[in-house]
């Protein structure tokens, strides 16, 4: 804001404030003048005063006589008039300004509703292929039982091998703990229940704050296709998980653009 507007920039704030919940916006006010009128005055007592005082450093052989151009650059000197350069009050020409920035902001939130209008077929494509992905990789999961079970009986002759003498009660904690490892049914659960609450948010669910949620919701898709990653011992459950990966940061590209 320009010097004696400092009123109105707190009224603006509260304004964007009050329409946004998201995002960074910045606004600028330049005032141009009008007419000729001057917008600055000499502050005539100040010079004065400053006059005086050098007159006594120059008697006093401690100075130079000071050199007008240089009074007048002095700060205070020469300042700005109590009337804008419109010459209206800066009250009235607040008002103004506040119904223009009123204006302003209502063609920005129709700008963004439409860009969101136009995003909004985009997410729903990528969430149906998320959504395919994770059907496919519920069909391989359930073929998965026969390999993990050759995969646990590897292990669980390792772990003989190298313990001749484990306990009951330990080979029941290491079966458990090996089973949990290749179990990613509760991922496929959780990235199926992602994709209802994603789908709900899009089809009106949440009113206010949606990019932030859907923001989080990603995350968690991606913390999901992670750890099917990591626990899966197929290259094709594998290959899904990372198709994923992508489609997911493809969707949290575009919602970093809602509001």
């Given amino acids: 804001m320009p010097p004696g507007f400092d009123q109105l920039e707190h009224k603006i704030r509260k304004l964007v404030k009050a329409h946004f919940i998201r995002g960074s916006v910045n606004l600028h006010l330049q005032l141009d003048a009008l007419s000729a009128e001057t917008a600055y005055r000499v502050n005539v007592d100040f010079l004065d005063e400053l006059l005086k005082t050098s007159e006594s450093y120059v008697d006093a052989g401690r100075a130079h006589p000071p050199r007008m151009d240089g009074m007048l650059a002095l700060k205070g000197v020469i300042e700005q008039k109590d009337k804008n350069?419109?010459?209206?009050?800066?009250?009235?020409?607040?008002?103004?300004?506040?119904?223009?920035?009123?204006?302003?902001?209502?063609?920005?939130?129709?700008?963004?509703?439409?860009?969101?209008?136009?995003?909004?077929?985009?997410?729903?494509?990528?969430?149906?292929?998320?959504?395919?992905?994770?059907?496919?990789?519920?069909?391989?999961?359930?073929?998965?039982?026969?390999?993990?079970?050759?995969?646990?009986?590897?292990?669980?002759?390792?772990?003989?091998?190298?313990?001749?003498?484990?306990d009951d009660a330990r080979l029941e904690q290491e079966l458990a703990l090996i089973a949990t490892k290749l179990d990613v049914s509760e991922e496929l659960d959780r990235l199926t229940s992602h994709i209802t609450s994603t789908r709900d948010m899009l089809n009106g669910a949440a009113e206010k704050g949606i990019g932030r949620r859907l923001d989080f919701i990603c995350q968690e898709f991606n913390r999901e296709a992670n750890t099917l990653c990591s626990k899966v011992n197929d290259k094709d459950l594998t290959q899904i998980g990372l198709d994923l990966k992508v489609l997911i940061d493809r969707m949290r590209e575009q919602v970093q653009n809602i509001e």
């Fill in 85 to 166: 350069s419109h010459g209206q009050d800066t009250e009235a020409l607040e008002a103004v300004l506040l119904e223009s920035a009123e204006e302003l902001i209502a063609s920005l939130m129709a700008a963004r509703q439409e860009e969101g209008g136009q995003l909004l077929p985009i997410l729903n494509d990528q969430l149906a292929d998320i959504e395919q992905l994770v059907s496919q990789a519920v069909i391989l999961a359930e073929k998965q039982p026969e390999a993990s079970r050759l995969k646990l009986k590897t292990q669980m002759e390792r772990i003989l091998a190298e313990q001749a003498s484990l």
